[in-house]
């Protein structure tokens, strides 16, 4: 480690410890790093440091450049979380001792910052399952709300150019090369190299046309989970202020970045619903024809930056190991996305009574697949709307005519999706036979393959969710377990009369449990022929939690 660096770790602990710094605090305040930067966390206060460190994308090998960042992450940092930047401060030393300034010469300088509730981190609700569907709803509003302002023009059309996007590739690829065999594999590595070439060749016109059509904004460029506070308002922090070209992109490639880090954090249900939410409030019909693309970016990105730490001296012990898993799991979500759906139009349902989890699964298969998900409590909102008093199970809009009603504009909905991508996955229960005689007839009559899919799980568990997502009051099923047992009962006295083509039992981790039913899809798609398709009417598949 260089002499110069040992000094400015030196200087760090010595902040760490300094009452003028932190009056009335426990020391040494907390402590925090990544490859480019030092967080000092105080109860109510945050100093942030940029490292003496140049990564040729990055430069902030000098005092002055340093001063320069942090100038520009407060400025940039305060349009979408104006509350929380206090300003830059200059770090001194005098008879005093070391302390911070407002100005004059410098030993260093960083960003003061009030401290955010960690329980409302969404990296940190995302672990302790206390987020919910309206806090993501509030997510996707909230940037879309962003980018509708963000500064636009020819200075930054040229980050979104076929030009920039190959030489940030080629930049990626350089870069990570030194980690395969230890956070990426040679396969995917060169799996995701060969596809990204072949993608750009295919949809080079159609990303010309996006910087056209004014897709390409300043954007935020890290748009993580650790990033983002829930509270009343909506805060999003710690965006790029040291690269443009990193910074300002397409809209889509930073809405795909949520999603891929909340399927990171093993809610890739959440990751879709945030992208369909984004994609709504946006008005932005191609969205999805960029998801996989910009999923891979991103995730691809965010392993080769995991992966630096690795090479660190300062960063050891657990901090490596934890870098190591992640980065894997980083280009793991990269590889995946590369992979190719199906070799035919693909209509999927995926069934089950309420709280066996049929929209999670949903939602992280289409997440996977970059495919939309057609769900009946969607449909039935458009047509009915929200109901002002709670509405018995069989009356009103979930009486017989609404439920077909409802079912007819979901398949109707599905076709559609299912002609213009070649895939679309419809979420409801489908209990009655005539609802999944009809919908398979009708995937079949565009030439679709067609896999039906239900879920399963024990009642105690399924009576455990809905009733802490009626606690919540999250999500637009209104079901309970009054509804439950009136849909088991129907269920047990009629049969379902076309039997599932996978029965999928989801008491186990989401990302896992959809993962293998995935894969299933595409093995069994894939393989599809006449016999093949005939032995889809006798018999189901049945995956267990404990399944390998």
């Known amino acids: 480690m260089k002499k110069e660096f040992k000094d400015w770790i030196e200087l760090v602990g010595r902040l760490r410890r300094s009452d003028a710094v932190w009056p009335g605090e426990k020391l040494p305040v907390e402590f925090k790093q990544t490859h480019i930067s030092v967080l000092l966390l105080g109860e109510t206060r945050v100093m942030k440091l940029k490292k003496p460190v140049n990564f040729g994308f990055l430069d902030y090998s000098t005092l002055e450049r340093r001063h320069f960042a942090c100038e520009r992450e407060v400025e940039l940092n305060r349009r979408l979380c104006p509350g929380t930047y206090l300003g830059v401060r200059s770090i ?9 300034s407002e100005g004059g010469p410098a030993l260093e300088y960083g960003v003061l910052m009030n401290r955010l509730p960690k329980a409302c981190m969404l990296d940190e609700m995302v672990r302790r399952n206390t987020i919910t569907e309206s806090d993501i709803a509030r997510i996707a509003k909230r940037l ?17 150019g076929m030009e920039t996007i190959r030489y940030n590739w080629n930049e990626n690829f350089e870069q990570a090369e030194p980690f395969i065999g230890r956070t990426v594999t040679e396969l995917d590595f060169e799996t995701i190299r060969d596809w990204v070439s072949s993608w750009l060749e295919e949809n080079e016109e159609f990303l010309n046309e996006r910087v056209e059509g004014g897709h390409v904004c300043d954007g935020h460029g890290d748009l993580r989970c650790e990033s983002i506070c829930v509270e009343n308002g909506i805060s999003i ?31 890739p249900d959440l990751g879709y619903y945030f992208y369909e939410c984004y994609s709504r409030e946006s008005g932005d019909k191609e969205l999805f024809k960029l998801f996989s693309f910009y999923r891979c970016y991103r995730a691809f990105v965010r392993g080769k930056v995991l992966s630096f730490q690795l090479d660190e001296p300062e960063i050891t012990g657990k901090q490596h190991k934890v870098a190591k898993r992640n980065a894997r799991n980083y280009f793991d979500i990269a590889a995946r996305s590369t992979e190719p759906n199906f070799d035919k139009p693909t209509m999927v349902v995926v069934s089950g009574l309420s709280g066996t ?3 999670s699964i949903a939602r992280a298969i289409a997440c996977d697949l970059g495919s939309r998900v057609v769900s009946s409590d969607v449909v039935r909102r458009s047509l009915f709307g929200d109901e002002e008093s709670p509405v018995e199970y069989g009356e009103g809009k979930y009486d017989k005519k609404a439920n077909r009603l409802t079912y ?42 067609f896999r039906l899919i239900e879920c399963r799980l024990s009642p105690d568990r399924i009576r455990e969710r809905l009733d ?20 088991r009962s129907e269920l047990n006295e009629g049969g379902t009369g076309l039997v599932a083509d996978l029965v999928l039992e989801t008491d186990g981790s989401l990302s896992e449990v959809s993962r293998r039913a995935l894969n299933w899809l595409r093995k069994d798609v894939g393989q599809s022929s006449m016999m093949n398709e005939m032995a889809h009417s006798t018999g189901s598949v049945i995956f267990r939690p404990d399944d390998s």
């Open 144 to 160: 879309s709300e962003f980018h509708r302002s963000a500064r636009r023009g020819p200075d930054v059309d040229v980050f979104g």
């Open 408 to 449: 007819q504009k979901m398949i109707e909905r599905g076709i559609e999706f299912l002609r213009n991508d070649g895939c679309v996955i419809l979420d409801a229960t489908f209990q009655r036979t005539a609802d999944r005689q009809e919908v398979r007839r009708r995937a079949e009559s565009v030439g679709a393959a």
């Open 357 to 359: 989890g049929k929209t």
């Open 468 to 487: 802490l997502r009626a606690s919540r009051n999250d999500g637009l099923s209104k079901a309970t377990w009054e509804t439950y047992k009136m849909q």
């Open 92 to 100: 001194i030393e005098d008879e005093k001792g070391i302390r911070l």
């Open 237 to 267: 922090f710690d965006c790029i202020e040291f690269n443009e070209r990193f910074r300002c992109a397409d809209v889509a490639a930073e809405a795909a970045f949520l999603a891929m880090d909340l399927d990171a954090f093993g809610r």
